[in-house]
């Protein structure tokens, strides 16, 4: 009997092995592997500009902002330390120079003004989360994550206020620019002006896509926000879990789910075709039925970890 336990287990391993490695393939919508809660202070109305589909310069990313009035007070998504800081920037880069009104170049520079000279940087912070997983928060005002006293290396909780929104950088007005990534070498993946960097040419199977689409604590099983008009109001995650979940359904290209509960036991036939993602978070365990598969170039991950626990293991 144990030896029996010990092979099955052996093959989950080598199952969720070579799902993780489908994540480095082209064409793989890889799904967070903790939830995160909405990065702003409770109580804000918060509504999604560009989704994970629609964000225009890369997918998997998404551009929110506060609804009815500010500022607006940016927080940690979860428990980690803070890696990268960089807030001593001061100039704000709208797509076109007419944005910036009778503001001087020297605080407003459109994007199609040659005064600019490329020299238009964000301002941004990295986090690193205990799952392997890291936050980026981008368009701080000047100053306004260290005039708070953060420093690189500090491990802060979840819901701890990093700054507050702003327009710093290349952005059409303000708001917060997040993403959810694993890089493939830690801070060594991040470029000096705060991007991912060696992610590898995107029409060829050697593309290694680091970003994750965000799952977050919305009050729904799947947590995956697409564009919202009427908002979400940003809260701690609730520590809610259902009993059990049986998923027994085949995911198209395209679609992403992050999927909890105390005990998930996947149905007969569950399967992750070539261009989705899925990811799925127990309590207890996790249990893969007959006739479960991940297709090439299909991202699937398993994860132990308490319901709504951000950035957990």
Not at 91 to 117: F, H, I, K, M
Not at 243 to 264: D, E, K, T
Not at 266 to 276: C, F, K, Q, Y
Request: glycine share 14%.
């Amino acid at each position: 009997m144990i030896a029996r336990a010990l092979a099955i287990a052996l093959a989950v391993v080598a199952l969720l092995a070579a799902a993780d490695a489908a994540f480095a393939q082209a064409g793989s919508l890889p799904v967070s592997k903790g939830r995160y809660r909405v990065p702003y202070q409770n109580g804000t109305t918060v509504g999604a500009n560009n989704d994970h589909t629609t964000h225009p310069s890369s997918l998997n990313r998404i551009d929110m902002g506060g609804r009815g009035g500010g500022p607006y007070n940016i927080v940690a998504a979860a428990d980690g330390w803070i890696r990268i800081i960089e807030d001593d920037n001061t100039l704000w880069c709208p797509t076109n120079n007419t944005s910036c009104g009778a503001l001087p170049t020297t605080v407003c520079c459109g994007q199609d003004n040659p005064a600019c000279s490329g020299g238009c940087r964000n301002n941004y912070v990295w986090m690193e989360h205990p799952n392997g997983e890291w936050t980026k928060y981008t368009h701080f005002p000047t100053n306004s994550v260290t005039g708070r006293g953060h420093q690189v290396g500090d491990f802060i909780q979840g819901g701890t206020v990093l700054g507050q929104e702003g327009r710093i950088g290349l952005a059409g007005g303000n708001h917060l620019h997040f993403e959810v990534a694993r890089p493939h070498n830690g801070i060594d993946s991040i470029g000096s002006t705060g991007f991912l960097v060696d992610d590898g040419d995107a029409t060829t199977s050697n593309y290694n896509r680091q970003n994750r689409v965000p799952a977050f604590c919305l009050g729904g099983s799947n947590g995956i926000w697409l564009d919202s008009t009427e908002g979400i109001v940003a809260a701690n995650c609730p520590a809610d879990c259902d009993p059990s979940s049986a998923p027994g359904i085949v995911l198209g290209a395209g679609s992403v789910r992050h999927l909890q509960a105390n005990v998930i036991t996947t149905g007969p036939n569950h399967e992750v075709l070539s261009g989705a993602g899925e990811a799925l978070q127990a309590q207890t365990r996790v249990v893969m039925g007959p006739g479960f598969r991940v297709r090439a170039n299909g991202y699937f991950s398993a994860n132990i970890a308490g319901c709504d626990a951000p950035g957990s293991l």
